[in-house]
């Protein structure tokens, strides 16, 4: 079984920065954390769940949200099991709650949360302007 777990947010002036990380453990199907695409999702108060960075597993490819684009940046270290979600420029907008979410290898497309299995909880961003 798969476990994901987010941590970082917080509350920061437009124009600061996050991090958020996510901690993912165990083995689903054989694939080990370094082997499963894991994506960031949020959800802001009366709005739809939106996709905002992915990483696909072994190709390292990256996909961002438009909105967030130059902004963000995810990366992960695989010796830690651990993907981040380098924030930047925050602005109000992205005031949301924020999940992690990983499937084992590929799927399309990469910010689709139908396609992932296994979430986080979730961590708080707020920016206030």
């Known amino acids: 079984q798969v476990q994901v777990m987010e941590s970082g947010g917080g509350s920061v002036q437009a124009g600061g920065s996050l991090r958020l990380s996510c901690l993912a453990s165990?083995?689903?199907?054989?694939?080990?954390?370094?082997?499963?695409?894991v994506a960031w999702f949020r959800r802001a108060p009366g709005k739809e769940r939106e996709g905002v960075a992915a990483?696909?597993?072994?190709?390292?490819?990256?996909y961002y949200a438009d909105s967030v684009k130059g902004r963000f940046t995810i990366s992960r270290d695989n010796g830690k099991n651990t993907v981040y979600l380098q924030m930047d420029n925050l602005k109000p907008e992205d005031t949301a709650m924020y999940y992690c979410a990983a499937h084992p290898g590929y799927r399309s497309p990469p910010l689709n949360a139908e396609k992932y299995d296994y979430w986080g909880q979730g961590t708080q961003v707020t920016v206030s302007s």
């Open positions: 165990g083995y689903v199907s054989g694939y080990a954390i370094s082997a499963m695409s």
């Open positions: 990483t696909y597993s072994g190709s390292g490819v990256t």
